[in-house]
């Protein structure tokens, strides 16, 4: 290329013939690709610093209350903070709440995956550790054992295990769970209360319009805030709470 | 001809069309029902007919909750709850009234007609005119009284919230502490989930506490030693269901248990030995949901019934 210039610019009329007065070129039309290529890059960087500044200033002025400065991690002002990062925490979620839940079944068959995102949770802190568990075993069976035929879950996925006399934990295999409620209701009517069911996050692809809401007869699920997205209920519920976020 | 086949054809058609949109639409169809519905209501239908006792009489009360009710030696009805406690006489009728201080969750009346009540951590005693004689210090704050029995000098109160029954002399003295777990002596502990907790003494002269966590009944001498227990957990109308019951009890004819459950809503009664006797109420009886129905049986060995839900006494007698 810069052969080729100079070539243009070093060949010499024929003697004899009479030449134009040459005009100097501007300055730009005799710009050559790599001087354009630099301007295109210090361009860019200079655009880019002066965005990142301008981001800058706008945090000084308009997120004065940001604690880092920089990054969002969710603080106490995430609620009312401007910055874009803030609002990313304020996305909602969908969540079922077990106050107003019926245990009606219709969480496992209206999903859209399989089986249901809707899962029992155990609060622990709640469960009385009974033998005769209500939410364990079917009401009307005659022994109290882990026999199948006994068991309350349509797909067993509650196993039971001797603690000390005369108690019992039940924990929750949450790939066999398919959200049907039975145990939730079992607990509720002989128990405390201590099952309840939660749409589980890691599963749930939080369609825009929710399967389930649209067929819950009890008007139980809503939108609730990404960052704190379970509504169990109870003792310490909290602590189960935080214990999945 | 063939055109008139045409539209009768269509009209037919669309007759048949519509009958079935109108059935669709407005009948249920019994396969569309859900699979996952869990049905608790046939648990809870109960067969009245099955129950030797009937209901003859209602009494309401006028207080804003009602917990314990208790009988004296007259035929007295003696019901306490949140902030009163109401005196009825054997014919359903209001004697007294009066005001207390909080919450008395339970009530005895001894011999000699002092009123004693447990309210949340401390016992108070009064006379049936309304006068405080004694108010005793508070047994903890953790403390939840839900059932006091007397004989003689000797007063028991059951502590759901610690979980322990104390023995302790009528002038308010601790004498003993029954029921706290001890391998060595065979004492099982109690173990109480919720705060119904209830104990009485039988016409033997022994201490019978519900051990609702076990489902069972264990019979103490006054020094805490334990000489028997009794009880099934089931669903089934001769066992005790749920996490923890049964919640109330009361002595019929000297040594047969009345009981009562939460959860599935029955009163039952029971042998001195355990053996299920009789139904006296089935849970179709009661509102779903009700807890804590107190029992007292009378003089006429009636059995007094007192339904929290409704703010009644309920009276069974057996059925002629």
Redesign the interface.
Known sequence: MNQRNNLIFSVRPPSGVQTLKMVKPNKLAMQNRRDFLNLLCRGTILTGLAATTGVLAFRSVKGGNCDLGTSCNNCKKSDSCDLPEAALFRQTVWQLDPTKCIQCGRCAENCVMSPSAVKVTHVYAMCGYCDLCGGYLKPDTKNISTAAENQLCPTSAIKRKFVEDPFYQYTIDEPLCIGCAKCVKGCGAFGNGSLQLQVRHDRCVNCNECSIARNCPADAFKRVPANKPYLLQGIEAKAEEKNKV | MKQKIIIISALVLLLVLITFMVKDFFFNNPGNT?????E?DN?RKGDSAKAVFAETQQIKTTMEEIHGIATDSSGKIYVSGKDSVVIFDTKGKSVNKFRIEGTAQCIAVSENGKIYLGIQDHIEIWNNRGEQLAKWASFGTDAVLTSIAVKDENIFIADAGQKVVYHCHIKGYLLGKIGLKDPATGV?GF?I??PYFDLGISKGGNLWVVNP???SFEKYKFDGTLLSSWGK????MEGF????NPSNFAFINDSLFVTSEK??ERVKIYGADGTFLCIVATPDQFEAGTKGLDLAVDKQNRILVLDPMKKMIRIFEPKK
């Open positions: 859900n699979p996952y519905q869990f608790l648990i099982p173990i989930p919720s966590g076990r489902h957990a089931s669903m089934a269901c749920g996490c923890c959860a599935i």
